[in-house]
Nanobody, 115 residues
Framework: QVQLVESGGGLVQAGGSLRLSCAASGTIFSNNHMEWYRQAPGKQRELVAAITSTGNTNYADSVKGRFTISRDYAKKTVYLQMNGLKPEDTAVYYC?????????WGQGTQVTVSS
């Protein structure tokens, strides 16, 4: 059974930084396309950043230049480095993995940015 376990969320002041981690198990990590989504209260879940099995990345326009997604194949972990945080980045952040038609979600980690 595939498990994705996020960590690293918390409360930070505007302009601060956080690094989220998502540890994967039960799957061949290197095969998976990994993504970070977020969902703010009353809003739809949105894609924040993605990294392919070969390391290509893409980002939502709202986080370009501030967030960086990366992956460590040995640790089977994907990271989201978030710099220059803004109050509008406040949300629950979810890790997601895809491999063809297979996909799994983590339980989410809360990020709160105070102004």
């Amino acid at each position: 059974q595939v498990q994705l376990v996020e960590s690293g969320g918390g409360l930070v002041q505007a302009g601060g930084s956080l690094r989220l981690s998502c540890a994967a198990s039960g799957t061949i990590f290197s095969n998976n396309h990994m993504e970070w989504y977020r969902q703010a209260p009353g809003k739809q879940r949105e894609l924040v950043a993605a990294i392919t099995s070969t390391g290509n990345t893409n980002y939502a326009d709202s986080v370009k230049g501030r967030f960086t997604i990366s992956r460590d194949y040995a640790k089977k972990t994907v990271y989201l480095q978030m710099n220059g945080l803004k109050p509008e980045d406040t949300a629950v952040y979810y890790c997601h993995r895809r491999f063809f038609s297979q996909n799994s979600w983590g339980q989410g980690t809360q990020v709160t940015v105070s102004s």
